[in-house]
């Protein structure tokens, strides 16, 4: 994933961009970087790793140095971005949250269109911004070449351009990902979270529509292009990505959480003791499962977070484990002897959750039961990347459907009746995770709870990674 901010103001911007980019730092966790204009000096770029250390710390004896009224930053979960174009659109600064799944198909076609090369990252991949700069180029306008850009990447892409005269908005195709549109007295932003702005005085004035291309400036936004009608806006913003005081699509991250532990408490009998939630999405829905089913909320493990912060996860699969392990410290006195009830926002390998299990069975614990708060993720996202998982097959869902199909070669339409949470193969499976993690019961949300406690019709919403239903590319 990723999350980026931008500012057009009369004053000075730098400070406002640096903490509406550094309000993103929980959806990143390998790259930040800013980028700022000024008629005086120019286009001035700065980009950091940030796997060992916060965006803030990174940035914060620079931006002393920095000075200009137009800036746009990313936390970046992969590539090095914005990036510094100059071409015959003039010179600009571009940063993108997205995925591009026809990557080679849109090479070649800017390779047949005079582009003569593209810089490889490690591994020989090439920057997916790079090649929606490049996309863009192919136009004679930067409008035009964003709308270029909707039309043909496959998965999603979503992009802030800044030239010397304001900042292109453009979301993504379908919606897939948010941009909302705020001001106040001298300045227009344009951001992810739209919490990311409470604290630097904007209000909010729009969210983009899926497809829907705008320009800010100090003291005006322009719609240059109108929305699509059909959106597909992810689910998962709400269940995981999203911070708890962002809204999107005017529904609040904390609130919708809240509502998902109501829906899992009324259908459930579960006798527990204490219900808890894992750390940090996991804790919303707790609350709304305890405050429904009048059992005690407690916590009886706590997330280290002076220098474990929520977005610190590496990319490789064994330290990603023992860094889970290393964040949580037990309570040992709310565990021991106790029945706990545990709600996560997910389960996608159970490597995690499964540990947790244990290491509170060690710790005394005489029941867990788990409660994920959204349906058993049956497929990989295609248009997002939310899960880190390499191959469908390190899905738990996929795991347990191998052992009891007695094959790894599973078509989509048994796939889809697993996911059917009325089937008996449903059923099947959901008790195979149990077994493989030793959870004392398991019963996932199911995707109706899900959709309503976000509120928006089931059609605007994607839910590719628990049914499968894909969209017309």
Known sequence: MGGFFGVAAK????????????YHSHLGTRRGGLAIYDRENGFQRSIHNIENSPFRTKFEREIDTYHGNIGIGCISDSEAQPLLVNSHLGSFAITTVGRINNINELRDICFAHGTTHFLEMSGGEINPTELVAALINQKSTIEDGLAYVQEVVRGSMSVLLMTEDGIYCSRDKYGRTP????RKEDAYCATFESSAYLNLGYSHVKDLGPGEIVLITDDYYRVLKGMNEK???CSFL?????YPTSDYEGKNVEVMRNNCGKYLAQRDHAKVDIVAGVPDSGLAHAIGYANES???????????????????????????????????IPVEELIKGQRLLLIDDSIVRGTQLGETTDFLYRSGAK??????ACPPIMFGCKYLNFSRTSSEMDLITRKAIADLEHTKEIDTKTLKEYADPDSDKYKKMVEEIRKRLHFTSLD?????????????DKCKLCTYCWNGEEDDE
């Open 231 to 233: 959106m597909k806006v």
């Open 11 to 22: 004053k000075d911007c730098v400070l406002d961009l640096y903490f509406g980019v550094d």
């Open 367 to 372: 029941e867990v039961h788990v409660r994920p």
């Open 444 to 456: 996932f949300a199911r995707l109706d709870e899900l959709v309503s406690s976000i509120g928006l």
């Open 294 to 328: 009048k059992q005690t909320y407690a916590r009886p493990f706590i997330k280290y977070t002076p220098t474990w912060p929520r977005s610190f996860m590496p990319q490789n699969q064994i330290e990603r484990n023992l860094i889970a392990r290393m964040k949580l």
């Open 238 to 242: 709400w269940v995981y990505y999203g």
């Open 179 to 182: 941009i909302v549109i705020a």
